[in-house]
């Protein structure tokens, strides 16, 4: 039977470190290689079999996990938070790094996180670059307003974004000069560019035949449409890794990490900041599709704080989701409720 070594990989930007040891913990090879797939193959060539790995999870783990699985016996992903807490130590550097994710993967005290499929992966990138258009969006609207403010033009706030409002705004408007009309139409002409192609994004991912089926079945919860229903699917990836509502509330950000010390109470809230943003926005509007949500919202509401009746409120959605994405089933709405969808 043979032994298993065991590799520790500190990945930065340019440079992977790494350290193998055996069973034993003796050192058979470290060093560093150039972060490039030429560089991988070639390393991997010169490792005993056969072997396992172990990296933290960064920016550039996903390339190279997709890269090195089909050559190991196991591949891993450590959680950078509670890796840290193991790992830690009076010097630290990338050779020192490498060598204690070896022996925590050695020893199988490595915390590892979940490492969604490469194509829940790829799917994910296009849903948050929709969110960077969606922000930029934001942002173009802003710079019309503050662009108008500037040279003393007044507008109605409601109907500035609107295409025949913004066009008669442009031609009549004589505060408007020859300098400023140019950068509004750009600014217009951008914000419209970004709509379509945001829009187009949303529609290209729905009709996913890896999705398709699974977003319907979310998109019949009150107040949970499209953009929620492929956030959801998206970046939690596989239901079936949260074992109870409340550790799906807790990867949502929507409760707090509790550090008490004598009188001093912080909460520093680890979350998922995509999804955590997109169940504040649907729960903003659930009270408005379903009739027990706005009495959960109000219920919470009568204590004394609008912000924690959204909360609990973006809370009961994750149930909800959680129990349709886990049970593979429609949403069935209650006999004295009328069903609302959005």
């Known amino acids: 039977m043979q032994s298993m070594y065991y ?38 060539k010169t490792l005993p079999q056969p072997w396992t790995a172990a990296m933290e999870a960064t920016l550039f783990t996903g390339w190279i996990y997709d890269h090195l699985r089909p050559h190991a016996a196991a ?19 990338d050779r020192i790094d490498a ?28 849903v948050r670059y929709r969110n960077l258009l969606v922000r930029q969006a934001v942002q173009l609207k802003n710079k019309i307003a503050v662009l108008l ?17 913004f066009r008669e705004l442009l031609a009549t408007n004589k505060d408007i000069d020859e300098g400023l009309r140019p950068l509004l139409r750009l600014c217009r002409e951008t914000l419209v560019r970004l709509g379509k192609t945001e829009s187009a994004l949303v529609r290209s991912l ?12 979310l998109m019949t919860i009150p107040a949970v449409g499209p953009v929620t229903a492929l956030t959801w699917a998206l970046e939690v990836g596989d239901v079936q890794r949260f074992s109870s509502i409340k550790k799906a509330v807790s990867y949502c950000g929507l409760c707090g990490a ?3 010390s004598a009188d001093l109470v912080k909460r520093t ?16 509007l659930a009270p408005r599709r379903n009739a027990d949500l706005a009495l ?22 994750v149930a909800y989701m959680l129990a349709v994405d886990r049970g593979q089933r429609d949403f069935v709405v209650a006999e004295n409720q009328a069903p609302a969808a959005a």
Request: proline share 3%.
């Open 258 to 260: 509790e550090k008490s």
């Open 75 to 93: 591949l891993k992903v450590a959680h950078p938070l509670m890796l840290r807490a193991i790992a830690a130590a009076k010097k630290k550097n």
């Open 206 to 217: 729905g009709r996913d035949p890896l999705l398709a089926e699974r977003v319907e079945r």
């Open 149 to 165: 403010m500037e040279a003393g033009v007044s507008y109605n706030k409601q109907k500035l974004h609107k295409v025949g409002y």
């Open 269 to 284: 809230p680890q979350r998922n900041k995509h999804l955590q943003a997109v169940l504040v926005e649907a729960a903003k």
């Open 7 to 44: 590799i520790g990989l500190d990945v930065h930007k340019k440079t992977i470190s790494y350290c193998v040891k055996d069973g034993s913990g003796q050192i058979h090879a470290e060093g560093a290689i150039s972060a490039t797939r030429f560089d991988l193959d070639r390393w991997m």
């Open 296 to 317: 959960l919202y109000d219920k919470e509401k009568q204590k004394g704080n609008a912000n924690c009746a959204t909360l609990a409120v973006a809370r009961k959605l």
């Open 99 to 126: 060598n204690k994710i070896a022996d925590c993967l050695r020893c199988d005290f490595l915390p590892e996180c979940y490492m969604a499929s490469t194509q829940i992966r790829e799917r994910r990138r296009a």
